[in-house]
């Protein structure tokens, strides 16, 4: 369990951290409050993951030992896991993570719009 930013609580699961977001924040059980993982490091831990798993998956085809590439890939999970624990928690308001919903969902519109229009009239996406 994990830290809430605002009581200091020990009430915000994994899953609830992992899945957390600007525009969908974990609640804390004991106060109530919003909290998230800033996409700025959710995304680093992602890139570098898939970076070192890339690194894995050479290492291992190149040396063509099926143990090294099972070995190395548990470590890129080990060291996926050990981020996400060490991310930090970011407080926050239900306020301020509607006002991201809505950025998010009229950014999704415009692309959404656009992917539209060139597939009507620009001759496919």
Do not use: D
């Not at 525009?23 to 109530?32: I, K, R, V």
């Amino acid at each position: 369990m994990h830290r809430c930013p605002h009581c200091g609580e020990r009430t915000i699961s994994n899953l609830a951290k992992w899945w957390s977001s600007s525009t969908a924040p974990t609640q804390c059980s004991a106060c109530g409050n919003p909290s998230f993982v800033p996409a700025s490091e959710s995304n680093a831990t992602f890139v570098l993951s898939a970076a070192l798993l890339a690194g894995a998956i050479v290492a291992g085809l190149s040396s063509r030992s099926p143990a090294l590439l099972a070995a190395l890939s548990a470590l890129v999970v080990v060291f996926y896991a050990w981020r996400w624990h060490r991310s930090t928690l970011v407080p926050t308001t239900m306020a301020e993570a509607s006002a991201s919903r809505t950025v998010a969902f009229i950014l999704l519109g415009g692309i959404a719009t656009y992917a539209v229009y060139r597939f009507v009239f620009g001759g496919g996406a």
